[in-house]
């Protein structure tokens, strides 16, 4: 495997991606196990090579049907095509690509988009993509916001409110920074403001380990706290600059920033978390809600690929 472009900490070659493994270097071929795909089967230069957005989500639904709705907004659809899962033959993950843009689902919680991001972020090294932008769209709980409200986050913090990930390697802790670009949130934010069909805001997002306990919750199978707690927990949180809190977002923010990718986080809040816990809106609310970060992220890359007419 080509080891010179392995980039070592702390070196800077604008707009490549980093990968920091010295045994990379030594592996004959890479397999990414849970997209199905490996450096031997398959030409990824040749499959991903034009990349230069990759979208996230939790479901693998609702990446297929960013597909789809992107490739209308490019003008790429074609309505006698399906858009195949690039990951078939695994369904641990579902991958979809029309033009520039990959979407790729993730599942719920740190471990599971962890293991994507390692793949994905190998995957797009291994295709030698450059300046490419990653933004992962999703659902969370909000704080003392109206239900429906898109969050650009600002910083993603822990349950503490910190803006780390505390992860545990051979035994040790390890806190990396959850940093996320700053320019590419305000960006966001503009499209948000230029569309305006729904509220966008920016503010720090919660992520956390858990849907129950870990999000304050007092309608899970176990709870050893009162609504009192909870809503001292919350109001903590909201003095703490979060407005939302989702599952995802800091170990996305720290690998994304480890490997020199643009990055940013776009989710809709589905309720406010300081009036309730269960999601009670009708399923069509909710999926209405679900289609803004797609929509708000279409129009930023339209804005990006320059496909605006100029009046
Ligand atoms: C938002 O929604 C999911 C939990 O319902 C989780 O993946 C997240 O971050
Ligand atoms: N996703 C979360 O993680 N929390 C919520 O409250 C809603 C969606």
Redesign the pocket.
Known sequence: MDSNRTEKNGENCEGSIYVNNPHLESMKEDILYHFNLGTASHDLPAMFGDVKFVCVGGSPWRMKSFIEYIAGELGLANPEAEYPNICEGTDRYAMYKIGPVLSVSHGMGIPSISIMLHELIKLLYHSRCSNVTVVRI????GLGLQPGTVVVTKQSVDATFLPRLEQVVLGKSVVRSTELDAELAEELLQCGKELAEFETVIANTMC?LD?YEG?ARLDGAFCSYTEEDKQKYLASAYAAGVRN???ESSVFAAMCKLSNLRAAVVCVT??D?QKG?Q?TSPHEVLHGYQQRPQILVGHYIKKKLNLFKKK
């Open positions: 999703g659902t969370s709980g956390t849907f999000q809190i989702e599952m589905l309720l978390r816990d999601l």
